[in-house]
């Protein structure tokens, strides 16, 4: 179902050069035709396309350590999710704030950066590594997001996730998850090398296990999510989630497959398949691209397959690895689901200047955006 109908007739494209008239081939080699306008699926069908169906709750949860620092009560957190060495996780809090609040799972980014996990967005209780520094002041204004999200009134539960931080594989001879303490520079930057092409090797195996990278960390997050969902100081049914590029994918992922998130943030990570052809699809991460997804959607149709949940979608005009009129007719496409839905006003998209990014005034709408939906006492 990927969007051809706007694409001219013989364009070539950037990235394909002669081999541009594949798409109009394949395009044909289809017993139905794609449709221009959106398509209304049904969560169950995601889940089916996705796989990792069989949900579970965190196998032994145990809280390991605590601290309190800048205004935040922090949790160290971990679980299983059935296979693999634990998840850790962090649990935060605004300081001097009791009973239970809304929850947030705050979901970090791909960005080819997969040694850490949580640490990029959020901070425990030490000082961020040198190189998440520099990757916040690139991509979330230099903030650590989900501490500020803790300090607005919510409890935040930042987790790694399949690849990353605890849950990444051992490329280098060490045992799973490896030492972060004893990383440096070199060692960390080389595993982000090496993690680069060996998430081509684990979408191989996905295929050969009839999943797909999407649906396992769909599943590891909604494994996340029954642990925020158990804890008593999250209200009862006020339950979000929050991500930028990678972590809106998540995000996207989790609305979709969840009927326990209320309302989902996507950050950076909205448009349509069609208008990625050109020269968007290499930069991005497999799970963007769940085997048989284009077959009987587009990605804005997933995102909306919940409607009329409530869903706000950023856009950055100058995104670099997503064209302006993707996310324009995405836009345009989730309008229309929710509007076919009955409920216009539960989707708000917002287009912000600047590139791909978090940054401050982005958070600033984005949390607002949350309390809105979620409520706070």
């Known amino acids: 179902m990927v969007d051809l109908a706007l694409q001219p007739q013989g364009l070539e494209y950037q990235d394909l050069g ?6 109009e081939f394949a395009h044909g080699q289809r017993a139905a035709s794609p449709r ?11 889940r089916e ?16 350590a605590t601290w309190s620092r800048d205004g935040v009560v922090g949790e160290e957190v971990s679980w299983s999710v059935g296979y693999g060495p634990r998840t850790q996780a962090w649990l935060l809090r605004p300081a001097g704030v009791p009973g239970p609040l809304p929850g947030v799972l705050a979901l970090h980014d791909h960005s080819n950066f997969k040694f850490f996990g949580k640490e990029k967005i959020a901070d425990g209780p030490g000082a961020p590594d040198p190189l998440v520094v520099d990757l916040r002041r690139g991509e979330y204004g230099g903030l650590a ?21 605890s849950r990444r594989f051992d490329l280098d001879g060490g045992q799973p998850g490896g030492d972060e303490a004893s990383a440096g520079p070199t060692k960390i930057e080389s595993y982000n090398r090496s993690a680069i092409n060996h998430e081509h090797v684990v979408a191989k195996y ?6 797909s990278l999407a649906g396992v960390v769909a599943y590891e997050d909604r494994v996340a999510l029954e642990y925020l969902k158990s804890r008593h100081d999250v209200v009862n049914g006020r339950l979000g989630c929050i991500g930028l ?8 992922l989790l609305q979709a497959t969840s009927v326990d998130i209320s309302v989902s943030v996507i950050v950076c990570m909205m448009s349509t398949y069609g208008r990625l052809l050109d020269a968007h699809v290499a930069p991005h991460t497999w799970m963007l691209f769940p085997p048989g997804l284009a ?30 009129a993707g996310m324009v007719a995405a836009h345009e496409r989730l309008g229309e689901s929710y509007a076919a839905a009955g409920a216009p006003g539960a989707y708000v998209g917002q287009f912000f200047d600047g590139q791909h990014c978090f940054d401050q005034t982005m958070q600033t709408a984005a949390f607002a955006e949350l309390a809105r939906w979620l409520g706070r006492d």
């Open 206 to 211: 996905c295929t050969l296990l009839s999943t």
């Open 18 to 23: 002669k081999f541009s008239d594949w798409v």
């Open 245 to 252: 590029s990678g972590g809106g994918c998540r995000a996207a």
């Open 295 to 324: 077959e009987v959607g587009d990605w804005p149709d997933l995102a909306a397959c919940r409607a009329p949940s409530p869903l706000v979608v950023q856009y950055t005009r100058g995104d670099q690895l997503f064209p302006l």
């Open 145 to 165: 997001f989900a501490n500020e999200l803790a300090r607005k009134g919510f409890t935040v539960l930042v987790h790694d996730v399949f690849l990353w931080g």
């Open 36 to 46: 221009s306008g959106p398509v209304k699926l049904a969560p169950s069908r995601v």
């Open 49 to 64: 396309v996705l796989g990792f169906t069989n949900d579970r709750p965190p196998a032994r949860p145990r809280v390991d």
